[in-house]
């Protein structure tokens, strides 16, 4: 006689999460546990929805997506930073600290405002294809065929989705605010490699070539062991300080 096997019972997960409301002076950073059982491919975004839903309608952390697409949820998950929305809460232990991610303006608990730092550093870098001649340029020069290897590079570099997390990671971005980290890096590089982009080397190296820029990097690989869309950025931070050294 054939037995259908059991099915494990669920664990119910103890999910610690850093509250404080930076805009209330009576507010003070702290842990609070919130306790849930644990469904089939439950990711953290799912954990912290029923959180938000059933226990504290006052918990704040960012969504958009939930496909790991828009980089909003990037948070610390038991000390490292990854997306709510593609961490499925089986491959963590019963207890779970989630914490906001370092570096940048905390908006309250786990909402951080990534977007005023990457449009910030987007401005300070100009990472818009540059032309000299405006008035001469039109969709066939914009649009112009490039070789297929050369395209692919590109779209390697645009699949950065601003997340922060790679900076969350980035030991010099903790110790210096005005570090363009690995995102503002891998940006520039894209529009050194970019053909339609007239800018010399000399004028990148004016953007990134100093301490705040290329030469901040320690190589401590934070940034390329925590990109959840796993980008080359130690590789492409190496070929801009290469090509840097080299123009210099």
Known sequence: MNRIPLRPAART????????????????????????????????????????????????????CRAGICGSCGIIINGRPGLACRTLTKDLPDRITLAPLPAFELIG?????TGKWMRGMSERLETWVHSRNLENLDIDTVEQAMEPELAEQLYELERCIECGCCVAACGTAQMRQDFVGAVGLNQITRFQLDPRDERTDAEFYELVGDESGVFGCMTLLGCEDMCPKELPLATQIAFLRRRMVCSG
């Open 13 to 64: 997960l103890q999910i610690q999460v850093l509250r404080h409301n930076p805009h209330d002076p009576a507010s003070e950073p702290h842990l609070q546990t919130f306790e849930v059982e644990e469904a089939d491919t439950m990711t953290l975004f799912i954990a912290l929805s029923e959180i938000r839903e059933r226990q504290d309608p006052s918990l704040q952390f960012d969504f958009v």
């Open 109 to 113: 608990d786990l909402s951080v405002n």
